[in-house]
């Protein structure tokens, strides 16, 4: 089966404040919670008080980007010394995902390696709010969350419905400070997330709907954005393409580009925006022949001129993402030729989203792309 006949679950958090100002909400929603505690990242401390939290409120502001397993540990030990009745995540999406894994594991005896996979989390006695401050993974929407193991350099993965918040908030004014690189490349992330789940072997017409909607505010925002991070319209515009990336990984999920973005991450130590950003016009490109129609409506979607044909495609998808300033060489990243066969055999290994894509991807051809983005 596939499309409209083939059944999905489609999980949302059942309440969404996206608006300027939308922050400053969260504590009349919190009202009763007397332990709150807040997951942030060193640079977003600056919005804990916006939220307007009463009670005992504890933060945990330490969180790197891509958290490793013992990172996690760290903030969940925390947190079940706290014993918070409320759970905030206030970043990006590692924050998000650490905020995700935490209220669902402090008041349990579960570990990260007991919930790895899917649907395997017991459950969750703390409400949950999730507040975003990029416009790139979608966490906030989703129900899934990753944390990269040290030992293998892979991504542990987590999914279940008790990861799901229970208000999700999009304020752009906490994106204002966001640098214009970082919010090209998360920007391109999301575009990313929805662009996989619509080209995706699994893609569903619900999720379509949330993709096309996704792929057509990039399109007019991320610029805008880009050039003007106090662009209130063009910051909301790329929060809400976020979440509706973050609802096509749901029931749908990426495919071969993040899979391929994944070693960067982990071996580079590149920001996952970024690392997206470099693969997106590859693999976009790659599966053009096996889904022409959807290609161009991408390419149409996002003004893509000259992208007619697949060289023509992978050309003016790339000059998109070079023209937002995003350094698309990943030799200007630190990668060096002699090491990516071993980084295609990672990335071709990660079969949850390798068998998602609609063309098939050999360790060869992934070997192909790396050297075409060195």
Excluded at 249 to 266: D, E, F, I, K
């Amino acid at each position: 089966m596939s499309g409209m006949d083939r059944p999905i679950t489609l999980h949302q958090p059942p309440r969404l404040e996206i608006g300027a100002g939308a922050s400053r909400s969260l504590g009349a929603w919190a009202d009763g919670a007397a332990r709150p505690l807040v997951i942030v990242s060193g640079p977003t401390r600056q919005y804990v008080e916006r939220l307007g939290l009463s009670g005992a409120v504890h933060v945990i502001d330490d969180v790197p980007p891509e958290p490793d397993i013992s990172a996690f540990e760290a903030v969940l030990a925390a947190a079940r010394d706290h014993r918070p009745d409320l759970v905030v995540g206030l970043g990006g999406g590692s924050v998000l995902d650490v905020a995700k894994l935490v209220a669902a594991l402090w008041d349990g005896e579960q570990g990260l390696a007991d919930v790895a996979g899917p649907n395997r989390v017991a459950g969750r006695r703390s409400r949950l709010a999730q507040v975003a401050t990029t416009a790139g993974t979608g966490s906030e929407a989703g129900i899934r969350a990753l944390v990269t193991d040290p030992a293998t350099k892979a991504k542990v993965a987590v999914e279940s419905p008790f990861l799901l918040a229970d208000i999700a908030i999009l304020d752009p004014e906490l994106t204002y400070s966001v640098p214009a690189a970082v919010t090209a490349a998360t920007g391109i992330d999301a575009m990313a997330h929805c662009v996989e789940a619509f080209t995706n072997i699994r893609a569903h017409d619900l999720i379509d709907g949330y993709a096309r909607m996704g792929i057509s505010l990039v399109g007019r925002y991320l610029r805008r954005a880009v050039e003007d991070g106090t662009d209130t319209e063009a910051r909301a515009g790329m929060m809400l393409a976020s979440y509706y990336g973050g609802l096509c990984l749901g029931p749908v999920n990426t495919a071969a580009g993040h899979a391929l973005s994944y070693p960067l991450g982990t071996r580079l130590s590149l920001p996952h925006g970024l690392a997206n950003a470099i693969i997106f016009p590859h693999v976009l490109a790659f599966n053009q022949p096996v889904r022409p129609e959807k290609s161009a409506e991408v390419a149409a979607a996002l003004g893509l001129t000259g992208a007619d044909s697949q060289e023509g495609l992978q050309r003016a998808a790339h000059a998109f993402c070079a023209d937002l300033g995003v350094e698309m060489r990943l030799a200007a990243h630190g990668a060096e030729e002699a090491v990516l066969g071993e980084w295609a055999a990672e990335a071709h290994a990660i079969r949850r989203l390798m068998d998602n894509n609609p063309r098939d991807m050999s360790v060869e051809d992934v070997h192909a792309i790396y050297r075409a983005a060195l």
